[in-house]
């Protein structure tokens, strides 16, 4: 019986690895631009390739990096990688180990249509993420899980329809999240929550309707919200309330105020309040909050979800 089993396991395993190493691996040349070159705040060394197309969401790929260095530079000192105008489908995950110090990736009009787990699994150094002019209608998953070095995350102008809840798990370290120019419905203290030390929120120019009164209960170091030209019609009692570092509210064209607030010693939460009334009183009382239950398991962890009364397990490894 346990001959049979064994010989049936090892078949299976033999015809996997044929499976998978007779996959035919496609060269993709990339060719480099180096030279000094900014992303937001991250101004660097950096390899700039356009004009690309290939899907690098197929993983049987290899990539051969064309262009010269400037003197005695080598792919060691790459740590901005930036590709233009392309037809990629997805961040090339690869790149992150031809380029291993990259610290800032930027993807603009690349026809990336998503951010998934395997695109960090190589980017050991990562601090910031620039995506704009893409088209990612849905962003799920948890794909920064193991990535809590990345500080600056910037999604502008993508065409977002939806995030998950669970997209912004493991970014501890965000100080800086824009997600502005979307076409976003919701903004949830589920998909705020684990965002404890985010610093700015950009998240002007979208569809938000109705802000929860929790929305910002974890985010107690934020100093910067932008939430101008959406159509909030209202917002939870006590949504601003705990926020000691918050110096710019800018609430202006939406639809139950028009106002953008710099708090300082004359303005301060209350007067902010006070301008609110019109959207607390047409928020709708949110029902109590239960009690949440956090634990690690080694190989895993899992999460309660105390306001949809849910448990949410993620596999990963660290």
Same mark, same amino acid.
């Given at each position: 019986?346990?001959?049979?089993?064994?010989?049936? %396991?090892?078949? %299976?395993?033999?015809?996997?690895?044929?499976?998978?190493?007779?996959?035919?691996?496609?060269?993709?040349?990339?060719?480099?631009?180096?030279? &000094?070159?900014?992303?937001?705040?991250?101004?660097?060394?950096?390899?700039?390739?356009?004009?690309?197309?290939?899907?690098?969401?197929?993983?049987?790929?290899?990539?051969?990096?064309?262009?010269?260095?400037?003197?005695?530079?080598?792919?060691?000192?790459?740590?901005?990688?930036?590709?233009?105008?392309?037809?990629?489908?997805?961040?090339?995950?690869?790149?992150?180990?031809?380029?291993?110090?990259?610290?800032?990736?930027?993807?603009?009009?690349?026809?990336?249509?998503?951010?998934?787990?395997?695109?960090?699994?190589?980017?050991?150094?990562?601090?910031?993420?620039?995506?704009?002019?893409?088209?990612?209608?849905?962003?799920?998953?948890?794909?920064?899980?193991?990535?809590?070095?990345?500080?600056?995350?910037?999604?502008?102008?993508?065409?977002?329809?939806?995030?998950?809840?669970?997209?912004?798990?493991?970014?501890?370290?965000?100080?800086?999240?824009?997600?502005?120019?979307?076409?976003?419905?919701?903004?949830?203290?589920? &998909? &705020?929550?684990?965002?404890?030390?985010?610093?700015?929120? %950009?998240?002007?120019?979208?569809?938000?309707?109705?802000?929860?009164?929790?929305?910002?209960?974890?985010?107690?170091?934020?100093?910067?919200?932008?939430?101008?030209?959406?159509?909030?019609?209202?917002?939870?009692?006590?949504?601003?309330?705990?926020?000691?570092?918050?110096?710019?509210?800018?609430?202006?064209?939406?639809?139950?105020?028009?106002?953008?607030?710099?708090?300082?010693?004359?303005?301060?939460?209350?007067?902010?309040?006070?301008?609110?009334?019109?959207?607390?009183?047409?928020?709708?009382?949110?029902?109590?909050?239960?009690?949440?239950? %956090?634990?690690?398991?080694?190989?895993?962890?899992?999460?309660?979800?105390?306001?949809?009364?849910?448990?949410?397990?993620?596999?990963?490894?660290?």
């Amino acid at each position: 019986m346990w001959t049979k089993t064994c010989l049936t %396991l090892i078949l %299976l395993f033999v015809g996997f690895f044929n499976n998978v190493s007779s996959q035919e691996l496609f060269e993709v040349r990339l060719v480099c631009e180096f030279g &000094m070159y900014p992303i937001n705040e991250f101004f660097n060394y950096a390899c700039i390739v356009r004009n690309v197309t290939f899907d690098f969401s197929n993983p049987f790929y290899y990539i051969i990096i064309e262009g010269e260095h400037e003197s005695e530079r080598t792919n060691a000192d790459v740590l901005n990688f930036v590709i233009q105008s392309s037809n990629v489908n997805a961040i090339p995950a690869n790149i992150f180990q031809v380029f291993p110090n990259i610290v800032a990736i930027e993807g603009a009009n690349a026809g990336v249509s998503g951010i998934n787990p395997p695109d960090f699994t190589f980017a050991t150094q990562i601090r910031g993420v620039f995506a704009n002019s893409n088209i990612m209608p849905r962003l799920t998953g948890s794909p920064f899980f193991v990535r809590s070095t990345i500080t600056h995350l910037n999604l502008y102008s993508n065409q977002i329809e939806f995030i998950a809840n669970t997209f912004f798990f493991g970014l501890v370290n965000l100080r800086y999240l824009s997600i502005s120019g979307n076409s976003i419905e919701a903004l949830t203290p589920e &998909m &705020m929550a684990p965002l404890a030390n985010l610093r700015i929120l %950009l998240a002007s120019d979208n569809r938000f309707e109705t802000l929860s009164g929790r929305i910002f209960a974890n985010n107690r170091n934020i100093e910067f919200i932008g939430l101008e030209y959406n159509n909030i019609n209202a917002i939870g009692p006590n949504a601003f309330d705990n926020l000691p570092n918050l110096e710019y509210l800018g609430l202006s064209q939406n639809a139950c105020v028009d106002e953008t607030f710099e708090l300082n010693d004359v303005v301060t939460i209350e007067t902010v309040n006070q301008s609110l009334q019109q959207c607390f009183n047409n928020s709708v009382p949110e029902p109590p909050r239960t009690r949440g239950l %956090l634990f690690e398991v080694r190989g895993n962890m899992t999460f309660f979800d105390e306001y949809n009364d849910e448990l949410l397990r993620i596999e990963g490894r660290w």
